[in-house]
């Protein structure tokens, strides 16, 4: 048995079923209906049981209006432009495309300056190669940055580092390696005046050190006492301080150990929290 709903759904030769007319538009019934109740689109033809249906100038004024619609004209000036035969549509999709135009740009400015933030989150690094290597010395490689994110890139310490870093400028980053330059040699210095590790003088220069690094990322002491293993542990770590002055690696790693123990950490429990 055919119900009333199947019979809705079918339309003589003439025209097409709301149903239908949305499916092959791209709209949903409920915007049809309320183009027809405002009386910017209504059907304009009958089924053979009397339901209307939309001629296939309906439908085409239905693809004008989705036109201008997406070109941003509200439906009111829609239904003046397409009723009133005074109405230049020429003269209003000119203007509109100016204004198109210019949203382009506009979105085609911000879609670089997304790509640069991209690019800067993903090495924590605002600079290029070049300002690099000029700003942290000929011994910079900056494909380090590249090697920490893939070793620490998953956890939240690297999320704050990239999100840190990427809004530090040139003249911030030039600041940032003449701070950690006098800091090294500062370390160095101690460390070859035989400063003694738990001395209230190297503690101070640990809490410079763990203030260097805690600009990046929160360090707490704990934290501290992980990255002092690496000193010792990592041969490019080890390599880097030995460079600055013979046994300064193990000399900080001491340092950082003892001053943690100040602050109620024990370094042979300490975990990266």
Known sequence: MTTDAQRQEWADPGGLTVGRTAALVGVSVKTLHHWDAIGLVCPSGRTWSGYRVY?????????????????????????????????????????????????????QQMLGAVDRMIGASSTGIRLTPQQQVEIFGDDWQPGWAEEAEARWGDTAQWAQYAERAAALTPEDWKE?????????????????????????????????????????????????????????????????????????????RDVIFANAEAHGVHPESATWE
């Open 55 to 107: 001629s296939d100038d309906d439908v085409a004024r239905i693809h004008r209006v989705l036109v201008y619609r997406e070109l941003g004209f509200p439906l009111a000036e829609i239904g003046r432009i397409l009723d009133d035969p005074e109405a230049d549509a020429r003269d209003h999709l000119r203007r509109q495309r100016s204004q198109l135009v210019e949203r382009i740009s506009r979105l």
């Open 176 to 252: 940032v390696a003449a701070s950690v330059e006098a800091l090294n040699a500062d370390l160095a210095a101690a460390a070859r005046a035989g400063v003694a590790p738990g001395s209230g003088e190297a503690n101070a220069l640990a809490e410079r050190h763990r203030a260097s690094i805690a600009r990046y990322f929160d360090c707490t002491h704990a934290m501290h006492v992980c990255l002092g293993r690496k000193y010792t542990g990592d041969p490019g770590f080890t390599a880097f301080y030995d460079a600055l002055t013979p046994g300064l690696a193990l000399w900080l």
